[in-house]
């Protein structure tokens, strides 16, 4: 099996100024190639630290992949502490000073001494050309078969280099085998009852076969697991075999497979039926349209999203009867269901999902505390509302409606 | 100092099917209250390499705070790993076993013992009741005064326990001092050409205060961090002073303060002028209008959001001329121009911004690549628009059209 140990660089990242995204998407990367993640980690911009996590990445992984530190400012030290690990002088790189020249200059920016020290690299490495930005990637061997990589922490910068250059580099480099991972999605059975229920299944699962429970607002993914694996194809296959077997121990709560959320399932249903969607939103303030389009293809069957936050909105854009927000207030089943029938009208979409409630932190009262969420689906033959209470932080008061509307509409669209 | 050592477990992690947000709120909880993260990172659910991760932890700071692996099911393997290394028998806990039961009774849950395990707690320990779920947290100190803190891996959960139990019992169990971080948003200037002109001051900065730069598109946020200060006032007093100095140095380039994102910016702006908002969206698909309506109060100016995918929806409700999309195609100056006027015209707003573009992965040509995007402000005075190539992936062409969209209210909302 080859290891790998992914290390982010940043004081950024210690003082929870950003989300690491960087480590998330070179997971993925390595994981498809079939090398194993065994620890992932964040350190700040401390030069002993970076040499001693380094030392450690080294002993534990065959592969270490760092990002981030490599600016043309003070702050950014990754680079000589990399050369004086690898006993390494710097010398300039002629291209990456080109590159890096031509591409400020392209934005009217003067080339300075901080850039030209952007085209410094240890001797011994092997330069990884950023085509998309100015620090260059740098990918070194020691003697026992060993590869340090060092990226730029630019996500974007970060992703191409992995991509292009440093993927090809390690399958060639070693000789890889597969991880497979299959995830299903159930819905309607909290964790601990599924475990009862799949029990006997989960015993029985072959030598290597990992199982992990996911458990989610209203869903469990349970993903097999299988690293290593010389013929992935195969584990493929008996994974699906598996998977299969589950189907007759819990029929009717398998929604799906993979990662694939309720909206991709919808996306797919939508598409495969010629039908369309409009959605209505006030306390979600735009989440669920950004959920669906941003698969790509969503125009297929996505007409239009109205973000009615203010009343006049729901009104004038949705028309919604004024009267009955003054009777039943904003948030109620009368404007839920109001909202959706009136995105549907607008738009002549087949389904449209409203949404509207109180994401706080002000504006609650007793009898409608904050979370309260009314959501409404409008379909071609009815229009169904629900009530949910979705928490108390406004973030996760517009994710959980957001998510609880949207399974409302995939139990319309699967309704036997 | 206080050091902290956080460490999230998961194999969902390592393989990059989620991304950690439970980390960076410990890290912000902690830092917050002095504590000083140096090490951040995620494991697989492997009892050796929790057992050697937590020693290591150990020896290199005073708190170590793990997230994960408390579910029912068998993969679930922290506690008993957290039992033998505190050489501590498993007894069940009868509040949290009451709790436990009630709670899933409630929702219709049959109590198995799977559930009855969840109340099983190491017998040193001191439980950390979890009002919002069935795994309790756990604290737990060793003789030399080291904390090790065992939280459930659902976010809201971990998020509930770290504010009502876990913090209040750092602050009384360790004399904290304070960490000051100021950040202050510059604009206009790359990163290389503002570290050459602040270069002196930079320079000039006291023993104990570290700049940090942190660059994204079209800003970059100089960051100011002073760890473990005795007097935290005084501290930011003096931060304040030295961002003071930076106003004379790069004059009109300061475009905030703190984490401030330009929708921040414009929020308050919006408010204090008793102004408002309104949003159309083609490509970007609701992340503009979810932006805006993600920060508490947005309703005090946000009137409303069109998402317009299809072009009927442009015409329909933006009233934007179907001639012009025939003849200028949907991604086109005239209809981003048209659909912002159509917005404010629509909702009475005072401002609406419009964005029109290809998203991709398919839909672009050779004269309108993926990527394309037009983006509009009307404004009471004019209608100003431009267009970007922001880049080649789906969700990246969407996070910076909105980002550029929004730029480009804010350049209208402060010219002079």
Redesign the interface.
């Given at each position: 099996m080859i290891k790998a140990t992914i290390i982010t660089i940043?004081?950024?990242?210690?003082?929870?100024?950003?989300?690491?995204?960087n480590s998330?998407?070179?997971?993925?990367h390595l994981?498809r190639a079939g090398i194993?993640?065994?620890?992932?980690?964040?350190?700040?911009?401390d030069a002993p630290?970076i040499e001693q996590t380094l030392a450690r990445a080294h002993a534990q992984s065959e592969v270490v992949i760092i990002t981030g530190g490599l600016?043309?400012?003070?702050?950014?030290i990754t680079k000589h502490t990399l050369a004086r690990i690898f006993h390494s002088s710097m010398l300039e790189d002629k291209a990456v000073a080109e590159h890096v020249r031509t591409m400020?200059e392209k934005?009217g920016?003067?080339f300075?001494?901080?850039?030209r020290s952007q085209a410094l690299v240890p001797d011994c490495c092997t330069v990884l050309f950023n085509h998309h930005g100015t620090a260059p990637g740098m990918w070194f061997e020691d003697e026992d078969g060993g590869v340090t990589v060092s990226l730029p922490g630019?996500p974007?910068e970060m992703?191409h280099l992995m991509e292009d250059e440093v993927m090809p580099r390690l399958k060639s480099h070693f000789s890889l085998h597969a991880?497979v991972?299959r995830?299903m999605i159930t819905s309607g059975l909290?964790?601990?009852?599924l475990?009862?229920r799949i029990e006997k299944w989960?015993d029985a699962l072959p030598d290597g076969v990992?199982?992990?429970?996911?458990?989610a607002p209203n869903v469990v993914r349970l993903?097999l697991?299988a690293y290593d694996q010389e013929d992935g194809e195969a584990t493929r296959a008996r994974i699906d075999e598996l998977f299969k077997q589950l189907y007759d121990i819990i029929p009717g709560h398998i929604v799906g497979y993979e990662?694939a959320s309720i909206q991709a399932l919808i996306h797919d249903l939508l598409i495969e039926r010629g039908q369309t969607l409009a959605?209505a939103?006030s306390c979600?303030?735009?989440?669920?349209?950004?959920r669906?389009?941003?698969m790509?293809?969503?125009?297929a069957y996505?007409?239009?999203?109205?973000?009615?936050?203010?009343n006049?909105?729901k009104v004038?854009?949705l028309g919604v009867d004024a009267a009955d927000i003054e009777r039943y207030g904003a948030v109620s089943e009368q404007v839920a269901r109001q909202m959706a029938e009136g995105a549907r009208r607008?738009?002549?979409a087949d389904y449209a999902i409203a949404t509207t409630g109180i994401?706080?932190?002000?504006?609650g009262s007793a009898e409608k505390p904050v979370g309260t969420v009314w959501m409404a689906v409008a379909s071609p033959t009815e229009t169904v509302a629900v009530m949910r209470a979705s928490?108390t932080?406004?973030?996760?008061i517009?994710n959980r409606a957001s998510a609880y509307a949207i399974e409302l509409l995939y139990k319309q669209l699967t309704r036997k």
């Amino acid at each position: 099996m080859i290891k790998a140990t992914i290390i982010t660089i940043g004081d950024e990242i210690l003082i929870g100024q950003i989300v690491d995204t960087n480590s998330v998407s070179i997971a993925k990367h390595l994981n498809r190639a079939g090398i194993t993640v065994v620890e992932k980690l964040s350190i700040g911009d401390d030069a002993p630290k970076i040499e001693q996590t380094l030392a450690r990445a080294h002993a534990q992984s065959e592969v270490v992949i760092i990002t981030g530190g490599l600016g043309p400012t003070k702050d950014d030290i990754t680079k000589h502490t990399l050369a004086r690990i690898f006993h390494s002088s710097m010398l300039e790189d002629k291209a990456v000073a080109e590159h890096v020249r031509t591409m400020l200059e392209k934005r009217g920016i003067k080339f300075n001494e901080l850039n030209r020290s952007q085209a410094l690299v240890p001797d011994c490495c092997t330069v990884l050309f950023n085509h998309h930005g100015t620090a260059p990637g740098m990918w070194f061997e020691d003697e026992d078969g060993g590869v340090t990589v060092s990226l730029p922490g630019v996500p974007f910068e970060m992703e191409h280099l992995m991509e292009d250059e440093v993927m090809p580099r390690l399958k060639s480099h070693f000789s890889l085998h597969a991880n497979v991972h299959r995830t299903m999605i159930t819905s309607g059975l909290p964790e601990s009852m599924l475990a009862e229920r799949i029990e006997k299944w989960e015993d029985a699962l072959p030598d290597g076969v990992k199982l992990a429970y996911l458990p989610a607002p209203n869903v469990v993914r349970l993903r097999l697991s299988a690293y290593d694996q010389e013929d992935g194809e195969a584990t493929r296959a008996r994974i699906d075999e598996l998977f299969k077997q589950l189907y007759d121990i819990i029929p009717g709560h398998i929604v799906g497979y993979e990662d694939a959320s309720i909206q991709a399932l919808i996306h797919d249903l939508l598409i495969e039926r010629g039908q369309t969607l409009a959605v209505a939103e006030s306390c979600t303030g735009g989440e669920i349209a950004s959920r669906f389009t941003a698969m790509a293809g969503a125009s297929a069957y996505f007409l239009c999203g109205i973000v009615a936050y203010a009343n006049e909105a729901k009104v004038s854009i949705l028309g919604v009867d004024a009267a009955d927000i003054e009777r039943y207030g904003a948030v109620s089943e009368q404007v839920a269901r109001q909202m959706a029938e009136g995105a549907r009208r607008l738009s002549g979409a087949d389904y449209a999902i409203a949404t509207t409630g109180i994401a706080g932190p002000s504006g609650g009262s007793a009898e409608k505390p904050v979370g309260t969420v009314w959501m409404a689906v409008a379909s071609p033959t009815e229009t169904v509302a629900v009530m949910r209470a979705s928490g108390t932080d406004r973030g996760q008061i517009v994710n959980r409606a957001s998510a609880y509307a949207i399974e409302l509409l995939y139990k319309q669209l699967t309704r036997k």
